[in-house]
């Protein structure tokens, strides 16, 4: 009478060990069933007059990777691995070596990017709209000073070339700062102080607009992600 219990027992186990091997399969199987990207290391190319830092361009790549990964629509790699000596400098043959080098990889897309927009700015405002640089004596001003970063991304079929979808993000990053007469310039409760040489507070500036502009780009391209096909 035991065998009977003992073998319904050994089947239930087995069962429910089969049920969850099949679920870890489809989980591994839909997470494994999107399409391969490649990011490439953004273009910087800047119109107004402020120079952005030489590497701003493969950090937006490496934050837009994180972006991905962590979201997983899709299967990533990094574009690194792919490129070609010039590849980025060189839009001709260059190009073309790292497409090759992506179909050989197993790449369904490219992610190509630029930095569009790069630009500082400082303000003061004092009583009277006078302009003035510093505080009158026994009256105050302030200064905000503001980065911008503008992104955009557009995700490439290595197949064939088409544009399949892009995406466009924006960062702001302000400080303010306030004088009061010739005392000088306090910090604006709340907001931290930026000056002409505070280059901690600046790259702090850059690391909170790069990080908005990318995830605003990830935005659109993990909305898009059901319409790409491997």
């Not at 219990?5 to 429910?16: F, M």
């Not at 060189?90 to 790292?98: A, M, V, W």
């Not at 505080?135 to 105050?140: M, S």
Request: hydrophobic share 45%; net charge positive; glycine share 12%.
């Amino acid at each position: 009478m035991q065998r009977p219990r003992c073998a319904a027992t050994v089947l239930l186990v087995l069962a429910t060990m089969w049920t969850a091997a099949a679920a870890q399969a489809g989980a591994a199987g839909a997470l494994g069933d999107g399409p391969t990207l490649a990011i490439v290391d953004f273009e910087v190319a800047p119109g107004g007059w402020t120079l952005p830092p030489p590497q701003v361009g493969a950090t937006a790549a490496d934050l837009l990777l994180d972006q991905l990964v962590n979201a997983a629509p899709y299967r990533v790699l990094d574009g690194r691995w792919l490129q070609p000596e010039g590849a980025l400098q060189n839009r001709g043959r260059g190009f073309e070596r790292l497409r090759d080098a992506a179909q050989a990889s197993g790449v369904d897309y490219l992610v190509l990017g630029s930095v569009t927009r790069f630009s500082a700015e400082t303000t003061r405002r004092n009583p009277g709209g006078g302009g003035f640089g510093a505080p009158l004596i026994g009256g105050y001003g302030r200064q905000t000073n503001e980065l911008v970063v503008s992104l955009s991304a557009r995700v490439v079929d290595v197949r064939s070339g088409e544009v399949v979808t892009t995406g466009i993000g924006d960062g702001k990053s302000r400080r303010r700062r306030l004088a009061i007469g010739a005392l000088g310039f306090f910090r604006l409760p709340g907001a931290a102080a930026l000056s002409s040489g505070a280059t901690a507070s600046r790259d702090a500036q850059l690391d909170e607009a790069l990080r908005q502009a990318v995830a605003a780009t990830a935005k659109s391209l993990i909305a898009a992600a059901p319409r790409l096909a491997r």
